[in-house]
């Protein structure tokens, strides 16, 4: 059980920051008011970056961070951030990123749980 209340911990802390580098790239490189295609494209890497260093610090399993990264990185980040006015506070995209790591980790748990 402690295991999993740490997974889920990680996996919160892996999602925050996956959202918090996403809004900080996109904001450092809008900066002319254009988001053009291949800085979309940059963007794209951060949730795979993140969870790669994250699970090497932590010294957790890298392909299931990598999924829970892009999984939070699409599901709650990406649609907020498109749906977004622009004017939102950025602890909103943290807490955002909190829940959704969380969330993306319950498949796992419950994979675990079947396996055993």
Do not use: C
Not at 3 to 10: A, G, I, M, R, V
Not at 50 to 65: E, N, S, Y
Not at 98 to 104: D, E, H, I, S, Y
């Amino acid at each position: 059980m402690l295991n999993h209340l740490k997974f889920t911990l990680y996996s919160s802390l892996l999602g925050s920051f996956v959202s918090t580098l996403f809004i900080l790239a996109n904001n450092f490189l809008s900066q002319d008011n254009l988001f053009e295609f291949w800085e979309f494209l940059l963007t794209l890497f951060i949730p795979s970056l993140t969870a790669i260093i994250f699970a090497k610090i932590f010294k957790l399993r890298l392909v299931t961070f990598i999924a829970i990264g892009n999984l939070t990185f699409i599901i709650p980040i990406l649609g907020a951030s498109f749906g977004a006015s622009g004017s939102e506070p950025f602890i909103s995209y943290a807490l955002l990123g909190l829940a959704g790591g969380a969330f993306w980790s319950f498949p796992f748990i419950l994979y675990n749980y079947i396996k055993k």
